[in-house]
């Protein structure tokens, strides 16, 4: 039973709904309604988050950067696939060495699974040798919401030009095995790839696993 429970909360990790669990109520703490999602092709909406060191940070400030947003919880089952492989790693520390900003965020709501003090993503990414560009704090699910991010890990990549160019999952294997990545079709590697060769997305939209 305990066991159940342990994997019943790690699923319910991973399907967020902008700093609450899904299912929860459709508006934030002050009533405030769900925008509409941005769609692909369309101007990414600017935010701006306190990172896990206290420092404001906001997406304009890396205009004529490529972009990745991820969104991301410790506890989900889908997030540890991909960092207990090394693979999210492996992609953040190649985004690096192109240029790409990779901003990680976590919009879980205090009390709920995978949520923790600057302190405790820091160290969460420590123990992972996770590489990100930063790591930024949506306890209240403003920017969740915004982009209408409901699992763990959602994935999207934006342009130079501050443009959507992909979303969804990270991969074509939507399993929590770690060893399916050495055989999965990465699409945010492709959508990053085309982007610095300036070619359109060839698969721009998928859905998301978590």
């Known amino acids: 039973m305990k066991a159940m429970m342990r994997t019943a909360l790690s699923l319910a990790a991973c399907l967020m709904v ?6 929860a109520p459709a508006r934030s703490a002050t009533h405030e309604p769900i925008p509409e999602k941005p769609p692909v092709g369309k101007p990414a909406p600017d935010f701006k988050l306190t ?3 206290g420092k404001e940070v906001s997406l304009s400030q890396f205009r004529k950067k490529i972009v990745v947003l991820e969104w991301f919880s410790d506890e989900c089952p889908f997030v540890k696939k991909h ?3 090394g693979n999210m790693q492996s992609l953040q520390k190649e985004a690096a060495t192109k ?3 990779w901003l990680t965020i976590c919009s ?4 709920k699974p995978g949520f923790h003090t ?6 969460v990414m420590r123990n992972w040798n996770a590489s990100p560009s930063d790591f930024l704090i949506d306890a209240e699910g403003k920017v969740g919401r915004m982009y209408g991010s409901k699992n763990t890990p959602t994935m999207y990549v934006i342009g130079k030009d501050g443009v959507l160019i992909y979303e969804g999952a990270i991969d074509d294997t939507p399993d929590a095995d770690p060893g399916s990545v050495k055989t999965a079709k990465n699409y945010v590697r492709a959508a990053i790839l085309e982007a610095l060769s300036n070619k359109a997305v060839t698969t721009s939209v998928t859905k998301a696993y978590g």
């Open 18 to 23: 902008a700093g609450s669990i899904a299912g």
């Open 51 to 53: 990172d896990w060191k």
């Open 83 to 85: 960092y207990n492989s």
């Open 99 to 101: 240029g790409v900003v």
């Open 108 to 111: 879980s709501a205090q009390g």
């Open 118 to 123: 600057g302190e405790g993503q820091q160290q």
